[in-house]
């Protein structure tokens, strides 16, 4: 019998358990409300928050003299 390294084994339980998991959320009435809960949480989030000052991201470009 082969013997399975231990990273191996957590690794495959790991991608399995993420797959049941996605299953479950897509697959149940209660997964699809809350992943549609979490989606307008986060864009209401998003959509209310205060924003940092803003520049551009030009002046770290070496090949653009203008932007110096």
Do not use: K
């Given at each position: 019998?082969?013997?399975i ?27 699809r ?18 924003h ?15 932007c110096?």
């Open positions: 019998m082969q013997m390294p231990l990273h191996r084994f957590h690794h495959v339980s790991g991608i399995i358990a993420a797959i049941l998991l996605a299953l479950l959320l897509l697959g149940t009435a209660t997964g409300y809350t992943l549609a809960w979490i989606h307008l949480q986060s864009t209401e989030t998003m959509t209310n928050a205060t940092i000052r803003t520049f551009s991201l030009g002046r770290f470009d070496p090949t653009c003299p203008q110096i």
